[in-house]
Nanobody
């Protein structure tokens, strides 16, 4: 089992910044990637950014150049630095930890960007 806990959401004005954190615990050695997904109101959950254990990153086109995903292996923590936030970034953000055949999800953290 793997547990993931997010933190760092909140309310910010357009153009502002937030940093989300996701701490993983449990059977973390079997995790090969972690990432952030988001679910805007009334829409499906979508990938925002992901990072593998080797450091390879992947971003949604809508956040490239504005968001940066990083990891601290010593702390088993993944971060999402979000800059130049837009109202359309408003969503519940979920941390994901991926094993070969299982996905683990956090409970989500709300990010609201006001115009």
């Amino acid at each position: 089992q793997v547990q993931v806990v997010e933190s760092g959401g909140g309310l910010v004005q357009a153009g502002g910044s937030l940093r989300l954190s996701c701490a993983a615990s449990g059977r973390i050695r079997s995790i090969y990637a972690m990432g952030w997904y988001r679910q805007p109101p009334g829409k499906q959950r979508e990938l925002v950014a992901a990072i593998t254990t080797g450091g390879t990153t992947n971003y949604a086109a809508s956040v490239k150049g504005r968001f940066t995903i990083s990891r601290d292996n010593a702390k088993n923590t993944v971060y999402l630095q979000m800059n130049s936030l837009k109202p359309e970034d408003t969503a519940v953000y979920y941390c994901n930890a991926r094993q070969v055949s299982i996905d683990y999800w956090g409970q989500g953290t709300q990010v609201t960007v006001s115009s």
